[in-house]
């Protein structure tokens, strides 16, 4: 069954356009990932400074893969990222 991940971050003050393009590249390595179906930041219009990462994978064993991968790749860079974030998962059952 797919897995949603809902992950919600703020960039530490006056570096929101360097946290965004960081994620740019880490999404773009992500995508490419098996069982990727959906590896993407999105930047708030209201408050420049939070983020929402989601992330669609085609089952739990997917996204284990991938996290394995993850731990492997380069950190981002320090001091963009406030906190490590809130995360949500959810079983994906679209409903359009």
Request: glycine share 6%; with cysteine; aromatic share 8%.
């Amino acid at each position: 069954m797919p897995v949603r991940l809902v992950i919600s971050f703020t960039a530490e003050p006056g570096k929101a356009a360097e946290l965004a393009a960081a994620m740019k590249e880490r999404c773009l390595t992500s995508a490419k990932d098996a069982g990727c179906r959906q590896f993407e930041v999105f930047q708030s219009v209201l408050d420049p400074q939070n983020f929402a990462l989601l992330e669609l994978w085609d089952d739990p064993a997917a996204l284990d893969a991938h996290a394995k991968l993850q731990a492997q790749r380069p950190p981002l860079p320090a001091g963009l990222r406030q906190g490590g974030g809130e995360r949500e998962d959810y079983t994906y059952n679209r409903t359009r």
